[in-house]
Every structure is written in C-alpha cells, then in structure tokens.
C-alpha cells in the first residue's frame, strides 16, 4: 500500500523550497485572509490551463469557493485548449476577450505585447525567487519547476526482479525497457495526443546532451553559432526516437490522452510513466491501492541531470484590467487568497508541487514526492526547460510546438531525423525573421 506520511515535511522541504520570512505587515503576508470589503456586484473572467484534471480541477474549486466567500464577486472561467494553451491565449486576445487574471504560461511574449500589468509589492514579496523583466515583475509563480522522472510500478518491477536503485545509468534503463517488452508488456505509457506530453521526453535528451554542455544554447542559436544539425542535437534526437522505434513506447499512444496515462498505467498495461509528481494524485485516484515509485533516469554516464528552478509562469494580471481599480483589486484579492495557507497547502499537497512561497508552510506528503524533493536537492544539475528560459534563451513563440510535432513523425517514420533536423533550421530562421528576444523582440 502507498504510505502517505503523517509526518510534516522535514529540513529537505524548507531548505528546497519554502525558506523563511518575516511576517511583518510591511512586508505582506499569503496568510492574510482574503476578502474583499466593497460589496458592489463585479465580474472578472479568469483562465487557467486544463490539461492536467487535477489542476484544472482544483483550480475551479477555488474559483468557486473565491465566490462563495464573496459573493457581490462573478468570476467567468474561460476555458483553454488542451493542446496547445498558448493558442487559446492568443485566441481570446485577438477577439478582445483577454481574461482579467491570467495562468501565464509564455510570459515574455505577453509582457512585451503590454497585456500584462506589473504585480504591486505586497504580492511579489511574498515568494522566495521571482523572475523580472526589466526589473519588473508580473507574475505570482503558483509553484517552483520540478522535476520529471519515472512513476513505475511496484507490481511489475518485482515479478521481474527489477529494482530501480540498480538503475545507474541510461543504458541500464534501457536494459529494463528492453526486459519489459521481451515478457509483454509496454514499458513506457506516452500521453502523445496532447503534444506537450512529447515535450517532457524531449526535455529529458535536450537536457542530457545538449544543455548540460550548454546551458546557453538557444542563445547561441540565435548568434548563428550553433545548429540543430549539429553532432549534439543530432544524438539527443536520435536517442529519442530509438526509445520510440524499438517498441518500449505502449502502442496506442498516438491516440493517448495525457489523463488517460494513470489508468493505462494502474491496469498493468505499461510499466512506467515519465512525468512530474503533479500526476501522482491522478495515479492514487485512479486506484488507492496501487503502489508505484518515482525515479529520475540518470544519463549515458550515470548523473542526474533534472529541470527546477524558479520561472516567470504564474498568475498575471491583464494591462487593461489594471487601468480598473476595483476590478484591478479583486484580481490581486483572489491571488493573496490563492496563496493563503489552508488554500496554498491543499493545492500543494494534492497537486504534489514545490512551493514558491518565502513562509513555511508544512504539510503532508507521501513517499514518492520525498523522493522527488532528495532527487532536486541532491542532483548533479538543474535547470529549467529548454521552453522555459527567459531572456536571450527564450524560445520564438510556437517554435517548441512545431518541433514536438516534427519529432513525433519521426517516430512513425513518416520523416527521418537528418530531414526533421534540416527542417527545425529552416523553421528557425522563419520563425526568428522578425523576432529576437535581445536585438528584435516582438
């Protein structure tokens, strides 16, 4: 049975993620209660991604509970698209309905378009790492990044004689993928019909063998110094679409949906499951009893190489709304109440992610997320995202799609790696015609 720990979170959790602060007034307090005291009737539209069922899910009791507790306040939720959320932003901008309060995910592209307004002191202090552009913040970071890594099956693991702690290096990962397949069963269930799933197995070989020896590479991309033909891109992919080609990716996972993954993976149908521990709620939902591990895949030379760090993602505020005071004072009303600590603690503890916050709040967690706090606090190197880097690393504006689409042909060999390689240089240069984020951003 999967142990859910009475035990608050011990020295790792504070030291990870949430270090404390002063609790003076002065400097604003996420423990402040919420509320707003005009009771004149207003409405605010809100969005916020849905892809992942326990978020979005979460992510609308607030919003109802928001309501309840003030009840002159209408929010309108505006849904998103799952597959691609930078397109229903977009969209709901280009039709003049920009919502009021923003999940803010592509924040670079939003705050030079000026649709984002500046977040006031008494939000911004409350978090331990914000990330400003031109020394102005517009984001509340509603978690720290995390790590990726495998949610395995306990079950099949043992009926195989497989355990994770032999797993040292890539290659030994895979010799179980290898094992796996051989005794019938899928090792790897993959969410491929919500492309941003391919995103986090691209993640993982960019990270291994690109940005680890260059952490600046998209930089550099833009300089003209470096090429997706290049020796090092040309490994990372090809060792993508070999773990795709050799049959250790369960079969239907064209058609797979990212919330179908935990169920695919509680029956028994695959083995193992590369994701962040956000999934791990929809995994003990899926069936209580199930027992599963998480681990992070070590590299060719057996070190741990993993995404964290803080981002500039988080809730936003639209420029226009701002220009409205009491709408304004609403919107920043619901992020301090967002961020209060029975609210904060439960999306934390359900949602399994890294607080951002500055004051300590202690909660429970369970087995597999201790072991996600060690592998962050103890790897060998952490960085965010090739999509997540700000500044002269961030990515052209729907580029990361296009790529993760291009790789997914490859793997149904519908395209090879040198032509796919070719095509993302052909690809950047459209895409970065008229947009730099240095020289000529847009």
Same mark, same amino acid.
């Given at each position: ?23 003076? @007034?002065?400097?604003?307090?996420? =423990? ?32 109802? *509970? ?29 039709? &003049? ?61 043992? =009926?195989? !004689? ?5 797993? $040292? ?37 960019? /990270? ?36 795709? /080609? $050799? ?20 029956? &028994? ?19 209580? #009893? ?8 070590? #590299? ?13 993602? &988080? ?6 709304? /701002?220009? #409205? ?15 209060? @600590? ?15 916050? $500055? ?8 087995e597999q997320f201790q072991e996600v706090l060690r592998i962050a606090a103890t ?5 965010? *995202?090739?999509?997540?880097?700000? &500044?002269? +690393?961030?990515?052209?504006? +729907? ?20 032509? !796919?390689?070719?095509?993302? #240089? ?9 947009? +730099?984020?240095?020289? +000529?951003? =847009?």
């Amino acid at each position: 049975m999967k142990q859910i720990c009475s035990t608050f979170l011990t020295l790792l959790m504070a030291m990870l993620a949430i270090s404390g602060c002063s609790k003076e @007034k002065s400097q604003g307090s996420a =423990q402040t209660q919420a509320g707003t005291t005009d009771k004149t009737p207003i409405t605010i539209t809100i969005v916020y991604a849905v892809g992942d069922q326990v978020s979005s899910d979460l992510m609308h009791e607030r919003v109802e *509970n928001y309501m309840k507790n003030n009840p002159q306040v209408t929010i309108v939720e505006k849904l998103s698209n799952e597959g691609a959320y930078l397109d229903a932003i977009r969209t709901l901008d280009a039709v &003049g309905e920009l919502p009021d309060l923003i999940e803010m995910r592509d924040t670079p592209l939003f705050v030079r378009a000026g649709k984002l307004g500046e977040l006031p002191a008494d939000i911004t202090g409350f978090f331990e790492t914000t990330v400003p552009f031109d020394s102005k913040v517009y984001t509340a970071p509603i978690s720290e990044s995390y790590p990726t890594g495998i949610v395995y099956s306990k079950k099949i693991f043992t =009926q195989h !004689g497989i355990k994770a702690e032999d797993i $040292k290096t890539y290659n030994d990962f895979l010799v179980v993928c290898e094992k796996l397949k051989a005794a019938g069963i899928a090792p790897i269930v993959v969410g491929g019909a919500d492309i941003w799933h391919i995103g986090f197995w691209w993640g993982y070989f960019w /990270q291994q063998e690109v940005a680890i020896k260059d952490p600046d590479w998209i930089a550099h991309r833009y300089e003209d110094k470096v090429h997706f033909t290049d020796p090092e891109v040309r490994s990372a992919m090809t060792s993508l679409t070999d773990l795709f /080609q $050799k049959g250790y990716i369960e079969k239907g996972w064209t058609s797979t949906g990212e919330g179908q993954c935990p169920s695919i993976l509680v029956s &028994g149908q695959a083995a193992m499951y590369y994701i962040g521990p956000f999934a791990f709620q929809q995994i003990m939902e899926a069936d209580p #009893d199930f027992e599963f591990g998480f681990f992070a895949i070590p #590299d060719k030379n057996g070190k741990i190489n993993v995404m964290g760090g803080p981002t500039p993602q &988080g809730w936003a505020i639209n420029a226009e709304t /701002q220009k #409205d005071s009491v709408k304004a004072e609403v919107v920043y009303d619901f992020i301090r109440y967002f961020f209060s @600590k029975d609210v904060y603690t439960e999306f934390l503890t359900k949602t399994n992610m890294i607080s951002s916050l $500055k004051e300590k709040y202690s909660y429970p967690t369970n087995e597999q997320f201790q072991e996600v706090l060690r592998i962050a606090a103890t790897a060998n190197n952490k960085q965010l *995202n090739w999509n997540q880097k700000p &500044g002269p +690393n961030e990515l052209p504006p +729907n580029f990361r799609n296009f790529c993760y689409k291009l790789v997914s042909e490859w793997f149904l060999g519908v395209s090879t790696i040198d032509a !796919g390689l070719r095509t993302m #240089d052909q690809e950047w240069a459209n895409a970065t015609k008229d947009f +730099n984020p240095v020289k +000529n951003p =847009q």
